[in-house]
């Protein structure tokens, strides 16, 4: 323990032991119903679309907040309708979470501090302007969901800026929704910040006093239970930092004049800090129980008697239906370890879509398996009501239950022979290529490319002449060969834009591509897609993540006619563009039914097939992406190592079918790479291309420490951003780059895809790229 970390958490002991002679706590009654927190796109992306209004300049702040509250208000009486008992009141965000705390705590990044208006403030640490860098971008966790990484510098101001948390509760308050505020924690929001002069943990001190007043400020206000979200005490944590949360909760709870506390912990089993979060004067404690089933780990923590448990057993990150028999065996082995017991989704149901309603193209023999939001609100209430007053009281719903499990479990398309047969007769060769300096020769001559190869990640902007063209094919407004043109024009305008602009390596733009999963398992045996089962990415970033509830099999080829033609546009070398098992498995719910290593064995298979078929049409380039490798790692160490070799094979087993001398690129991108930097190098791809831009650089060194000599396309500008870098900023990005890649493995590209911006800052960020990578040549 530093001597910095042991006087923070001297103090805090000291503070702790101070407070508990004068504590008060104000009256609060154990729930017996809710979720731990809840989405806010809208369930049409109505938050969406009036949020870039207001970014466009077409609405003013105003009518942005009427949509917004227009949202939480029909989202609370929604869920008061259904019966919860304790409803979650701020977990509302225009962006990100993480970023309304940083907000809350006056933690912003001084480059934001000259913008006046507070809501312009806040976008441009989330996005950046023309003159603004943003705050970095990483994954929440192990999902799929995005958060500002905040930054906690020397000069650090911490303040309390709880207006908006405040208005939001009053709100609720005033619709009489029994309202629990929700903030993220102050050991996760400091464990998730970037420090610059030492660890940001050590600003906790400061901190812990401004949170004891948030929790008085919302006492006052009328809140009987503040939960705060400390999902980072189920990582790896040490010794220290678990007396450290003792320490922080022992005073937090110590607080005068206090609502009851709930501490949420999910996405994983919390071990020792369960028994630090216990032994503290907080009166409740959230735990997932999808992660946590070893029940014995809980039962025996006898701190727990005397407090709220709040038993996460109605999966909040998946879609399949709730096995309400095992939940409610769960929860009635855990009435013996609390005063009371609550019924709770695991985590926020911001990870799924808001309702199975609009869902009617779904096979109805699937749709039967199948819980999205407010079907899982549904299964909690139904939970709480027999945890209370018996089973009885809900025969028909377990009835109904019970025969959707059944035939789920029967149905033939969750075992496909023919797939299994293929996969069982591969042998270790499937994974192997020559080695990379051997192919390094046979691509470089049939390639012929310069020093730093300029090209692009994949996607080129979704202009509203391709959004149109696909509508009009859904509706039948056009037939199949009319939206084929359209597609095919799109096409060779993107080709002939990157010939006019230089670059070296061309890619077909993706067109033809609503997402570069949904594409994929649209085309694919084993996956269903939904009509609006939207879900936030970050932002205004909403993906439709397609359900993987069968075996895997490709029917035909998915991509080939598409990058033919792009390629018969052209001399220079088109990439055949393709997303990795990873991936699809990421950002797609998948089947709880067998591991994820079967699944991305089946659909590495179906990758497999595809980068053959383009070889064999004459592509020279595959580039095939992962940019969720990182996404999926397990939070604790231990359980890491099984989870990169399953996904670095999956991978190597996609793209060892093709010829030495056809170059296999991948994309990564927006996580914390460090941890798997080894797993990279393991996939052996000839080039890789990563998120380097907002983090300046840093991958590089991650990379030499591990020896990596394959190409590498560090990003020189990021895409998420509207702002158009300029020649010199590029070129100084290069120069970066270069003091840790020699320029013959160095590509130059941007962080990521096009898809999301617009053509003509696309086109000038592009003639900037290709200007930066001539001058440095």
């Given at each position: 323990?530093?001597?910095?970390?042991?006087?923070?958490?001297?103090?805090?002991?000291?503070?702790?032991?101070?407070?508990?002679?004068?504590?008060?706590?104000?009256?609060?009654?154990?729930?017996?119903?809710?979720?731990?927190?809840?989405?806010?796109?809208?369930?049409?992306?109505?938050?969406?679309?009036?949020?870039?209004?207001?970014?466009?300049?077409?609405?003013?702040?105003?009518?942005?907040?009427?949509?917004?509250?227009?949202?939480?208000?029909?989202?609370?009486?929604?869920?008061?309708?259904?019966?919860?008992?304790s409803i979650p009141v701020g977990t509302f965000s225009y962006y990100d979470q993480v970023l309304d705390t940083a907000a809350l705590l006056g933690a912003l990044p001084p480059r934001v501090a000259g913008i006046a208006d507070p809501l312009d403030r806040y976008f441009a640490a989330a996005r950046g302007t023309d003159?603004?860098?943003?705050?970095?971008?990483?994954?929440?966790?192990?999902?799929?969901?995005?958060?500002?990484?905040?930054?906690?510098?020397?000069?650090?101001?911490?303040?309390?800026?709880?207006?908006?948390?405040?208005?939001?509760?009053?709100?609720?308050?005033?619709?009489?929704?029994?309202?629990?505020?929700?903030?993220?924690?102050?050991?996760?929001?400091?464990?998730?910040?970037?420090?610059?002069?030492?660890?940001?943990?050590?600003?906790?001190?400061?901190?812990?006093?401004?949170?004891?007043?948030?929790?008085?400020?919302?006492?006052?206000?009328?809140?009987?239970?503040?939960?705060?979200?400390?999902?980072?005490?189920?990582?790896?944590?040490?010794?220290?930092?678990?007396?450290?949360?003792?320490?922080?909760?022992?005073?937090?709870?110590?607080?005068?004049?206090?609502?009851?506390?709930?501490?949420?912990?999910?996405?994983?089993?919390?071990?020792?800090?369960?028994?630090?979060?216990?032994?503290?004067?907080?009166?409740?404690?959230?735990?997932?129980?999808?992660?946590?089933?070893?029940?014995?780990?809980?039962?025996?923590?006898?701190?727990?008697?005397?407090?709220?448990?709040?038993?996460?057993?109605?999966?909040?990150?998946?879609?399949?239906?709730?096995?309400?028999?095992?939940?409610?065996?769960?929860?009635?082995?855990?009435?013996?370890?609390?005063?009371?017991?609550?019924?709770?989704?695991?985590?926020?149901?911001?990870?799924?879509?808001?309702?199975?309603?609009?869902?009617?193209?779904?096979?109805?023999?699937?749709?039967?398996?199948?819980?999205?939001?407010?079907?899982?609100?549904?299964?909690?209430?139904?939970?709480?009501?027999?945890?209370?007053?018996?089973?009885?009281?809900?025969?028909?719903?377990?009835?109904?239950?019970?025969?959707?499990?059944?035939?789920?479990?029967?149905?033939?398309?969750?075992?496909?022979?023919?797939?299994?047969?293929?996969?069982?007769?591969?042998?270790?060769?499937?994974?192997?290529?020559?080695?990379?300096?051997?192919?390094?020769?046979?691509?470089?001559?049939?390639?012929?490319?310069?020093?730093?190869?300029t090209t692009t990640i994949g996607s080129y902007p979704q202009t509203s002449a391709i959004r149109l063209a696909r509508a009009a094919l859904r509706k039948g407004d056009i037939d199949n060969a009319e939206y084929v043109r359209r597609m095919r024009a799109e096409i060779a305008d993107v080709v002939a834009l990157q010939?006019?602009?230089?670059?070296?390596?061309?890619?077909?733009?993706?067109?033809?591509?609503?997402?570069?999963?949904?594409?994929?398992?649209?085309?694919?045996?084993?996956?269903?897609?939904?009509?609006?089962?939207?879900?936030?990415?970050?932002?205004?970033?909403?993906?439709?993540?397609?359900?993987?509830?069968?075996?895997?099999?490709?029917?035909?080829?998915?991509?080939?006619?598409?990058?033919?033609?792009?390629?018969?546009?052209?001399?220079?070398?088109?990439?055949?563009?393709?997303?990795?098992?990873?991936?699809?498995?990421?950002?797609?719910?998948?089947?709880?039914?067998?591991?994820?290593?079967?699944?991305?064995?089946?659909?590495?298979?179906?990758?497999?097939?595809?980068?053959?078929?383009?070889?064999?049409?004459?592509?020279?380039?595959?580039?095939?992406?992962?940019?969720?490798?990182?996404?999926?790692?397990?939070?604790?160490?231990?359980?890491?190592p099984a989870y990169l070799d399953w996904s670095v094979q999956a991978f190597r087993l996609a793209t060892s079918g093709v010829s030495d001398a056809t170059q296999v690129h991948t994309h990564l991108c927006y996580s914390e790479f460090g941890e798997v930097i080894d797993a990279i190098a393991g996939l052996d791809a000839?080039?890789?291309?990563?998120?380097?831009?907002?983090?300046?650089?840093?991958?590089?060194?991650?990379?030499?420490?591990?020896?990596?000599?394959?190409?590498?396309?560090?990003?020189?500008?990021?895409?998420?951003?509207?702002?158009?870098?300029?020649?010199?900023?590029?070129?100084?990005?290069?120069?970066?780059?270069?003091?840790?890649?020699?320029?013959?493995?160095?590509?130059?590209?941007?962080?990521?895809?096009?898809?999301?911006?617009?053509?003509?800052?696309?086109?000038?960020?592009?003639?900037?790229?290709?200007?930066?990578?001539?001058?440095?040549?």
């Amino acid at each position: 323990m530093s001597l910095g970390f042991r006087v923070l958490v001297g103090r805090l002991a000291s503070r702790t032991q101070h407070w508990r002679n004068i504590v008060t706590v104000s009256h609060y009654t154990p729930f017996t119903a809710t979720v731990l927190g809840l989405p806010r796109v809208g369930p049409q992306r109505e938050l969406k679309r009036a949020t870039e209004s207001y970014w466009a300049g077409r609405i003013d702040a105003g009518q942005l907040h009427a949509v917004a509250r227009d949202l939480r208000r029909t989202q609370l009486a929604e869920l008061q309708a259904a019966g919860l008992d304790s409803i979650p009141v701020g977990t509302f965000s225009y962006y990100d979470q993480v970023l309304d705390t940083a907000a809350l705590l006056g933690a912003l990044p001084p480059r934001v501090a000259g913008i006046a208006d507070p809501l312009d403030r806040y976008f441009a640490a989330a996005r950046g302007t023309d003159t603004v860098e943003p705050l970095e971008m990483t994954k929440w966790f192990d999902t799929n969901y995005h958060y500002l990484v905040p930054e906690i510098c020397p000069d650090t101001a911490f303040s309390l800026h709880p207006e908006q948390l405040l208005e939001q509760l009053r709100e609720a308050l005033a619709a009489e929704v029994p309202a629990r505020p929700v903030v993220v924690g102050p050991i996760t929001f400091l464990k998730l910040a970037k420090a610059s002069g030492g660890s940001a943990l050590d600003r906790l001190g400061e901190l812990v006093p401004l949170y004891g007043e948030l929790l008085r400020l919302l006492a006052a206000a009328g809140a009987e239970w503040v939960q705060l979200d400390e999902p980072v005490v189920v990582t790896d944590l040490t010794d220290d930092e678990i007396e450290l949360i003792g320490n922080t909760y022992a005073e937090l709870s110590a607080a005068k004049d206090r609502p009851a506390i709930l501490v949420a912990t999910y996405f994983g089993k919390p071990g020792a800090a369960l028994t630090a979060l216990a032994g503290t004067e907080i009166e409740g404690i959230a735990l997932d129980f999808t992660a946590v089933t070893e029940l014995s780990e809980v039962v025996a923590v006898p701190a727990l008697a005397g407090k709220l448990l709040v038993a996460g057993v109605v999966d909040g990150r998946n879609v399949w239906r709730a096995d309400l028999d095992r939940a409610l065996a769960t929860l009635g082995t855990l009435l013996g370890s609390a005063t009371t017991v609550a019924v709770s989704s695991s985590c926020s149901l911001l990870h799924v879509p808001y309702t199975l309603d609009t869902e009617t193209g779904l096979d109805a023999q699937l749709r039967s398996w199948l819980a999205f939001g407010a079907e899982k609100v549904a299964e909690v209430r139904l939970l709480a009501t027999a945890l209370n007053e018996g089973t009885e009281t809900i025969t028909t719903e377990l009835g109904t239950v019970r025969a959707a499990l059944a035939s789920r479990r029967a149905d033939i398309r969750l075992d496909d022979p023919k797939v299994r047969a293929r996969l069982a007769a591969l042998g270790p060769d499937a994974l192997r290529r020559a080695p990379a300096e051997q192919r390094r020769v046979l691509q470089a001559e049939r390639l012929r490319l310069p020093a730093l190869p300029t090209t692009t990640i994949g996607s080129y902007p979704q202009t509203s002449a391709i959004r149109l063209a696909r509508a009009a094919l859904r509706k039948g407004d056009i037939d199949n060969a009319e939206y084929v043109r359209r597609m095919r024009a799109e096409i060779a305008d993107v080709v002939a834009l990157q010939e006019k602009l230089g670059l070296d390596v061309l890619v077909h733009g993706e067109p033809e591509r609503n997402d570069m999963v949904q594409y994929f398992a649209e085309q694919l045996d084993g996956f269903a897609a939904t009509e609006a089962g939207w879900v936030q990415s970050y932002g205004t970033r909403c993906v439709r993540p397609p359900i993987l509830y069968g075996d895997v099999a490709r029917r035909t080829p998915m991509t080939v006619d598409w990058i033919s033609y792009a390629q018969s546009l052209t001399d220079k070398p088109v990439k055949g563009m393709l997303t990795g098992p990873v991936t699809i498995l990421a950002w797609s719910f998948v089947r709880d039914d067998q591991s994820l290593a079967d699944s991305a064995r089946q659909v590495a298979l179906a990758i497999r097939d595809e980068t053959v078929d383009l070889q064999a049409a004459g592509i020279r380039i595959v580039q095939v992406d992962e940019p969720a490798l990182r996404e999926l790692l397990p939070l604790r160490a231990a359980d890491q190592p099984a989870y990169l070799d399953w996904s670095v094979q999956a991978f190597r087993l996609a793209t060892s079918g093709v010829s030495d001398a056809t170059q296999v690129h991948t994309h990564l991108c927006y996580s914390e790479f460090g941890e798997v930097i080894d797993a990279i190098a393991g996939l052996d791809a000839d080039v890789t291309s990563i998120e380097a831009a907002r983090s300046h650089m840093e991958v590089l060194d991650d990379l030499n420490a591990a020896g990596f000599d394959l190409g590498v396309g560090p990003g020189v500008y990021d895409i998420h951003s509207p702002r158009v870098p300029s020649v010199e900023e590029i070129t100084t990005s290069l120069r970066a780059a270069l003091k840790a890649v020699p320029a013959e493995r160095l590509w130059v590209n941007p962080d990521c895809g096009l898809k999301t911006r617009g053509p003509v800052e696309v086109e000038a960020a592009l003639r900037n790229m290709v200007a930066a990578a001539a001058a440095v040549r």
